[in-house]
């Protein structure tokens, strides 16, 4: 009907007409509107009400219509309703065997009358949506339609069997099928049964079992008697210890001494630091404590810079789906109809045809709306993506230039030969550094190629550790646990059964996959020092005596002889300007010769800690480029295993289910589907992890990096499968119903992708699944089990298996208590979602605003845990590159393409013709190819032009930093420990840095080691030293005595006694 008509005769001849036609039909409109509405729209006085005649045909008088066409959906003067305030009306204007043709001015709750309560749909083949009301019996309804025989009063419609699996339903009006779909066998007369159900059942069987399994053994830890008091509070006191700690300023000691710390007499002061302790000197050293709860994690550095970026990209995304919601939110109360579109639900075909109409004219009248809205989005986006990418630079550059720590003194010189151990390479290099730049060198750290030695070494140093810090209980206390363990299992066939549950779960795959594959336990021999330095003693870790653990001698100077240098050396300064002059003057003489070898030297990027010094090898770069494709290869063959062991099976079920009058699969159906999606990125998380660290990067910056690349490839595709699945369920969903086109085509016989998918009725579904997809599946639900299944139970479950065994004592305590280490795959989560949000651009905008909303919700809370696992969960770490987050950047690309594609697609459906075809497609890709494109340049060649000015070097020393930070390219470097111990034999020798033991560190400004502190204060875990057993053992016997001694109390006594021993037991 032509919009914007202003003359009522038109209006009025337009409607006689149209009425005079489908009378002659034989079939009247149904009337929405009547005169004096249409009077007020369009201030048109000619139209009146009027009252029907004889068999409901209106009187048509000149210059009066009942109008029977859609008037009302003039764009932003409907009226709106939310889909919970549709209800049915008592009154109808419904007739007794008059077909009507219904269509988006329709009320679909819109009833029958009493005498005939039943909606018939008239044979679709021959006219679409066209319905008249029959009687309640299988006679009516099969003379209407033959195919839909079946009265039901409480729909109120005549339908076909509702069976699950049916393909062929039998005629006599029951819900009985006669043929089943295939994959389904046919149970008695009426119901179909999966083929492949025995495979669910046995699986829910086994997972039962499984869970009952664990249950015991979950009791079994917490009844068992304690008898390892002491490995547990080893393990928990540098569980507190190892947390990130703030660094002890060194220039507030010095001010507490009272000396400026850049006069002359605080170098003097420092010097005399090692001759005599502060206590002596009568100032009280103050313990390095945990960053407070309040600290602001957006401009605080307390895990160096990338940390400090990832919180601010987290920051921002909230803010920007929380104004892209509500942008909507105001342009949509302009337009309320966009709250509903996609939103309407119908279980009947007359419902469906309703809404199809509907959606159809609503969504293409108000296409301009949506198209201008992405287009704003996008520019907002955009614009908004490069601003935070210069203030990402510029904030890093600040603080780099604000904070000086040990990589401000580091040059990496490259190039060096292969070198025994023999060798004393370090002061080589340091004299020749020396000789040919006149800068004074602090000492050279070398990478060592000790890959294969990597695990003895670290059980060496991990052990000396421990011998330092803690006593060893004496034999007699050790066997004393032993037989109070023994003699208070009484359980000794269930301790059988419920150690295989134990041994998995303290298996090294287990705990990498409890913690998403960020928590690595070695499994390897444990190694400590006989008191000799030319020997180590290395023990198995199985036994239950440590006494009788077996031993073997092992040669800790004659394995350091054998080792051969990497490529790699970092070089500490005493300054920030020596390194820079050291480095100019290098480049300026085109190298240095070393050995027959050109040495380069170049400024250094990232911090001692995070070098993973284990991966610094000689391996080629043909062996690397081949592990990084093996890894590769990895993932595609987990995500097809996914695919057909996971996605295929559910698929099946989805497209042999009855979708038939509104039936949707059930909570089962849908919980596993989001477990499956949950699942399945978990399972990505855990894979890309592994892929990450066999690839073997030298710095955990680069491995944060390509760990996030790869989990993106995956999840995306992970996403992509999803949607595609969702497209299939939709399709057969639509089908069963029996929806159709606005024009009447039937779902089933239009046979191209883009055909289907720009029917409102596939729009509709799909995006409501996109939307069951994205919120809770993957907006929240895995971040509100993460903190359970990767913090809260292996912390609970460790701390009950090593107080109940003697074996977990010293360092073998403190790894199964140690916490989960953090990396920056938050990145990762957080750019999945915002991929997921912005693909509601492309269906109608009924969930755009609380998929927005929703989004910043769950990333408020997203936000809320990280903040709090950082400052009270994690151990030490430090990121300080800017390389993840330039990456992270650069994905921001995928969404705002994707912004721009709906954009160009929805244009160009509300713009079409035929000629289109696939074009649409080619048309949407190149947008967002383009984008990508563009953006990218903008990433390169514009940002870095913003970027701060070179920084100025700073006045500190080298000893200033070294004071104030731990971990230096010394202590952080386990071969260099080990030489300095072995080799230099050092005094004393440079120690091992490990996070939660610092306090341990002796200084020796000789090597370079300025750094002393004693042990941070534990917290009070609330670890309840209970044993549950004697317990209730103690209580019991005292329950029996007392009521031995009121034997002849009332039994208002033995109540009171009982109350006082459940007080005294909840105590």
């Given at each position: 009907?032509?919009?914007?008509?202003?003359?009522?005769?038109?209006?009025?001849?337009?409607?006689?007409?149209?009425?005079?036609?489908y009378?002659a039909?034989?079939?009247?409109l149904?009337?929405?509107?009547?005169?004096?509405?249409?009077?007020?729209?369009?201030?048109?006085?000619?139209?009146?009400?009027?009252t029907?005649?004889?068999?409901?045909?209106?009187?048509?008088?000149?210059?009066?219509?009942?109008?029977?066409?859609?008037l009302?959906?003039?764009?932003?003067?409907?009226n709106?309703?939310?889909?919970?305030?549709?209800?049915?009306?008592?009154s109808?204007?419904?007739?007794?065997?008059?077909?009507?043709?219904v269509?988006?001015?329709?009320d679909?709750?819109?009833?029958?009358?009493?005498?005939?309560?039943?909606?018939?749909?008239?044979d679709?083949?021959?006219l679409?949506?066209?319905?008249?009301?029959?009687?309640?019996?299988?006679?009516?309804?099969?003379e209407r339609?033959p195919r839909?025989?079946?009265?039901?009063?409480?729909?109120?419609?005549?339908?076909?069997?509702?069976?699950?699996?049916?393909?062929?339903?039998?005629?006599?009006?029951t819900?009985?099928?006669?043929?089943?779909?295939?994959?389904?066998?046919?149970?008695?007369?009426?119901?179909?049964?999966?083929?492949f159900?025995?495979?669910?059942?046995?699986?829910f069987?086994v997972?039962?079992?499984?869970?009952?399994?664990?249950g015991?053994?979950?009791?079994d830890?917490?009844?068992?008697?304690?008898?390892?008091?002491t490995?547990?509070?080893?393990?928990?006191?540098?569980?507190?210890?190892?947390k990130?700690a703030?660094?002890?300023?060194?220039?507030?000691?010095?001010?507490?001494?009272?000396?400026?710390?850049?006069?002359?007499?605080?170098?003097?002061?420092?010097?005399?630091?090692?001759?005599?302790?502060?206590?002596?000197?009568?100032?009280?050293?103050?313990?390095?404590?945990?960053?407070p709860?309040?600290?602001?994690?957006?401009t605080?550095?307390v895990?160096?810079?990338?940390l400090?970026?990832?919180?601010?990209?987290?920051?921002?995304?909230?803010?920007?789906?929380?104004i892209?919601?509500?942008?909507?939110?105001?342009t949509?109360?302009?337009y309320?109809?966009?709250?509903?579109?996609?939103?309407?639900?119908?279980?009947t075909?007359?419902?469906?045809?309703?809404?199809?109409a509907?959606?159809?004219?609503?969504?293409?009248?108000?296409?301009?709306?949506?198209?201008?809205?992405?287009?704003?989005?996008?520019?907002?986006?955009?614009?908004?993506?490069?601003?935070?990418?210069?203030r990402?630079?510029r904030?890093?550059q600040?603080?780099?230039?604000?904070?000086?720590?040990?990589?401000?003194?580091?040059?990496?010189?490259?190039?060096?030969?292969?070198?025994?151990?023999?060798?004393?390479?370090e002061?080589?290099?340091?004299?020749?550094l020396?000789?040919s730049?006149?800068?004074?060198?602090?000492?050279?750290?070398?990478?060592?190629?000790?890959?294969?030695?990597?695990?003895?070494?670290?059980s060496?140093l991990?052990?000396?550790?421990?011998?330092?810090e803690?006593?060893?209980?004496?034999?007699?206390?050790?066997?004393?646990?032993?037989?109070?363990?023994?003699?208070?299992?009484?359980?000794?066939?269930?301790?059988?059964?419920?150690?295989?549950?134990?041994?998995?779960?303290?298996?090294?795959?287990?705990?990498?996959?409890?913690?998403?594959?960020?928590?690595?336990?070695?499994?390897?021999?444990?190694?400590?020092?006989?008191?000799?330095?030319?020997?180590?003693?290395?023990?198995?870790?199985?036994?239950?005596d440590?006494?009788?653990?077996?031993?073997?001698?092992?040669?800790?100077q004659?394995?350091?002889?054998?080792?051969?240098?990497?490529?790699?050396?970092?070089?500490?300064?005493?300054?920030?300007?020596?390194?820079?002059?050291?480095?100019a003057?290098?480049?300026?003489?085109?190298?240095?010769e070393?050995?027959?070898?050109d040495?380069?030297?170049?400024?250094?990027k990232?911090?001692p800690?995070?070098?993973?010094?284990r991966?610094?090898?000689?391996?080629?770069?043909?062996?690397?480029?081949?592990?990084?494709?093996k890894?590769?290869?990895?993932?595609?063959?987990?995500?097809?295993?996914?695919?057909?062991?996971?996605?295929?099976?559910?698929?099946?079920l989805?497209?042999?289910?009855n979708y038939?009058?509104?039936q949707?699969?059930?909570?089962?159906?849908?919980?596993?589907?989001?477990?499956?999606?949950?699942?399945?990125?978990?399972?990505?998380?855990?894979?890309?992890?592994?892929?990450?660290?066999?690839?073997?990067?030298?710095?955990v910056?680069?491995?944060?990096?390509?760990?996030?690349?790869?989990?993106?490839?995956?999840?995306?595709?992970?996403?992509?499968?999803?949607?595609?699945?969702?497209?299939?369920?939709?399709?057969?969903?639509?089908?069963?119903?029996?929806?159709?086109?606005?024009?009447g085509?039937?779902?089933?016989?239009?046979?191209?992708?883009?055909?289907?998918?720009?029917?409102?009725?596939?729009?509709?579904?799909?995006?409501?699944?996109?939307?069951?997809?994205?919120?809770?599946?993957?907006?929240l639900?895995?971040?509100?089990?993460?903190?359970?299944l990767t913090?809260?139970?292996?912390?609970?479950?460790?701390?009950?298996?090593?107080?109940?065994?003697?074996?977990?004592?010293?360092f073998?305590?403190?790894?199964?208590?140690?916490?989960?280490?953090?990396?920056?795959?938050r990145?990762?989560?957080?750019?999945l979602?915002?991929?997921?949000?912005?693909l509601?651009f492309?269906f109608?905008?009924?969930?755009?605003?609380?998929?927005?909303?929703?989004?910043?919700?769950?990333?408020?809370?997203?936000?809320?845990?990280?903040h709090?696992?950082?400052?009270r969960s994690?151990?030490q770490?430090?990121?300080?590159?800017?390389?993840?987050?330039?990456?992270?950047?650069?994905?921001?690309?995928?969404?705002?393409?994707?912004?721009i594609?709906?954009?160009?697609?929805?244009w160009?459906?509300?713009?079409?013709?035929?000629?289109?075809?696939?074009?649409?497609?080619?048309?949407?890709?190149?947008a967002?190819?383009?984008?990508?494109?563009?953006?990218?340049?903008?990433?390169?060649?514009?940002?870095?032009?913003?970027?701060?000015?070179?920084?100025?070097?700073?006045?500190?020393?080298?000893?200033?930093?070294?004071r104030?930070?731990?971990q230096?390219w010394?202590?952080?470097?386990p071969?260099?420990c080990?030489?300095?111990?072995?080799?230099?034999?050092?005094?004393?020798?440079?120690?091992?840095?490990?996070?939660?033991?610092e306090?341990?560190?002796?200084?020796?400004?000789?090597?370079?080691?300025?750094?002393?502190?004693?042990?941070?204060?534990a917290?009070?875990?609330?670890?309840?030293?209970?044993d549950?057993s004697?317990?209730?053992?103690?209580?019991?016997?005292?329950?029996?005595?007392?009521?031995?001694d009121?034997?002849?109390?009332?039994?208002?006594?033995?109540?009171?006694?009982?109350?006082e021993?459940?007080?005294?037991?909840?105590?």
């Open positions: 009907f032509p919009r914007g008509l202003g003359g009522g005769a038109q209006l009025s001849a337009l409607a006689l007409h149209t009425n005079a036609l009378v039909q034989g079939f009247r149904n009337a929405v509107l009547d005169g004096v509405h249409a009077a007020q729209t369009y201030g048109d006085p000619h139209f009146t009400n009027l029907a005649s004889g068999g409901g045909i209106p009187v048509l008088a000149p210059g009066q219509a009942h109008l029977q066409l859609d009302h959906n003039e764009v932003g003067r409907s709106f309703n939310f889909p919970w305030e549709e209800e049915p009306k008592e109808t204007t419904q007739q007794c065997r008059m077909p009507n043709r269509d988006s001015s329709s679909k709750w819109e009833g029958c009358p009493e005498d005939c309560p039943l909606y018939a749909e008239v679709p083949h021959e679409h949506c066209y319905f008249e009301c029959v009687g309640n019996s299988i006679e009516s309804c099969k339609n839909a025989p079946i009265p039901d009063k409480e729909m109120g419609i005549c339908r076909s069997c509702m069976v699950e699996g049916c393909k062929v339903c039998a005629t006599d009006g819900d009985t099928c006669v043929e089943c779909n295939a994959n389904f066998v046919r149970i008695g007369n009426k119901r179909c049964q999966n083929k159900m025995i495979v669910w059942v046995i699986v069987v997972l039962g079992a499984l869970v009952v399994w664990v015991l053994w979950l009791g830890l917490a009844w068992r008697p304690i008898v390892n008091s490995g547990l509070q080893q393990g928990l006191t540098l569980r507190s210890r190892a990130l703030m660094p002890y300023d060194e220039e507030e000691r010095q001010r507490e001494r009272g000396v400026e710390a850049d006069s002359p007499a605080a170098a003097v002061t420092t010097a005399t630091d090692t001759e005599q302790p502060e206590e002596a000197q009568g100032i009280e050293r103050r313990n390095r404590s945990l960053w709860l309040k600290t602001n994690l957006l605080t550095r895990a160096g810079p990338g400090m970026l990832q919180f601010n990209l987290q920051y921002w995304i909230i803010i920007w789906a929380a892209v919601a509500v942008a909507w939110l105001i949509a109360s302009f309320p109809d966009l709250f509903r579109l996609g939103t309407r639900r119908a279980q075909p007359r419902q469906n045809c309703i809404l199809v509907w959606g159809y004219e609503v969504q293409h009248d108000l296409m301009w709306v949506k198209v201008a809205f992405c287009v704003a989005v996008y520019i907002f986006s955009f614009i908004g993506c490069i601003w935070f990418s210069i990402q630079l904030m890093f600040l603080e780099d230039a604000q904070e000086t720590t040990h990589k401000d003194f580091c040059a990496v010189l490259e190039g060096l030969p292969q070198i025994s151990g023999h060798d004393h390479v002061e080589e290099i340091a004299e020749l020396t000789r730049t006149g800068v004074d060198v602090v000492g050279v750290s070398i990478c060592w190629d000790f890959a294969e030695q990597d695990g003895l070494y670290m060496v991990e052990s000396d550790l421990c011998d330092r803690h006593q060893w209980t004496s034999r007699k206390d050790r066997q004393s646990a032993k037989r109070k363990s023994m003699e208070g299992d009484s359980r000794t066939f269930l301790r059988k059964a419920v150690d295989i549950i134990e041994d998995a779960f303290l298996s090294p795959t287990a705990q990498k996959i409890l913690t998403k594959g960020k928590k690595h336990v070695r499994n390897h021999k444990q190694a400590r020092h006989t008191g000799n330095r030319g020997s180590l003693r290395a023990s198995k870790t199985g036994a239950m440590v006494e009788a653990m077996p031993v073997m001698e092992v040669n800790v004659e394995s350091l002889w054998l080792l051969k240098t990497t490529h790699k050396a970092f070089v500490v300064f005493n300054s920030e300007k020596d390194r820079d002059d050291a480095v003057l290098v480049e300026e003489n085109g190298g240095m070393f050995r027959e070898s040495l380069i030297l170049k400024e250094c990232y911090e800690n995070s070098v993973q010094w991966n610094v090898t000689n391996e080629t770069l043909t062996t690397k480029v081949v592990r990084a494709l890894g590769f290869a990895v993932i595609i063959l987990a995500l097809n295993i996914w695919i057909f062991v996971f996605y295929l099976p559910y698929a099946i989805a497209l042999n289910f038939s009058y509104g949707e699969p059930g909570f089962v159906e849908s919980m596993s589907f989001s477990m499956l999606v949950v699942a399945g990125n978990a399972a990505m998380y855990l894979i890309c992890a592994e892929v990450a660290d066999y690839i073997g990067f030298e710095s910056d680069d491995r944060e990096v390509c760990y996030m690349l790869l989990y993106n490839f995956a999840c995306v595709f992970n996403v992509v499968l999803d949607i595609a699945i969702t497209y299939v369920v939709a399709f057969e969903m639509m089908k069963g119903q029996d929806m159709r086109t606005y024009d085509k039937h779902l089933k016989d239009v046979n191209t992708f883009e055909e289907r998918v720009e029917t409102y009725a596939m729009q509709r579904e799909m995006g409501r699944s996109l939307w069951s997809y994205s919120f809770p599946s993957t907006f639900l895995p971040f509100l089990i993460e903190p359970i913090i809260y139970l292996p912390y609970k479950l460790s701390s009950w298996v090593v107080r109940s065994n003697t074996k977990f004592r010293s073998h305590a403190e790894r199964n208590l140690a916490s989960t280490p953090m990396d920056l795959s990145y990762a989560d957080v750019l979602n915002v991929i997921l949000a912005v509601i492309f109608p905008g009924g969930f755009t605003l609380q998929m927005f909303a929703m989004l910043a919700v769950s990333h408020v809370y997203i936000y809320g845990y990280d709090y696992r950082v400052l994690i151990p770490c430090e990121f300080a590159s800017l390389n993840v987050d330039w990456w992270a950047q650069w994905l921001l690309t995928v969404p705002c393409g994707i912004i594609a709906a954009a160009v697609y929805k160009a459906v509300d713009t079409k013709h035929h000629t289109w075809g696939y074009g649409i497609v080619y048309l949407t890709s190149a967002f190819i383009g984008h990508v494109l563009v953006h990218t340049a903008l990433l390169v060649w514009f940002v870095p032009l913003l970027g701060r000015s070179e920084k100025e070097p700073s006045t500190k020393s080298y000893a200033e930093c070294s104030r930070l731990a230096s010394f202590s952080a470097n071969v260099h080990l030489r300095s111990s072995f080799i230099y034999k050092h005094d004393p020798p440079c120690d091992f840095c490990m996070a939660g033991k306090h341990l560190l002796r200084k020796n400004e000789a090597i370079g080691v300025y750094f002393d502190d004693q042990a941070m204060e917290e009070d875990f609330n670890e309840s030293i209970v549950m004697s317990v209730a053992r103690s209580l019991s016997l005292r329950f029996s005595k007392k009521l031995d009121e034997e002849e109390a009332p039994l208002s006594a033995r109540s009171r006694i009982q109350k021993l459940m007080e005294e037991f909840e105590k």
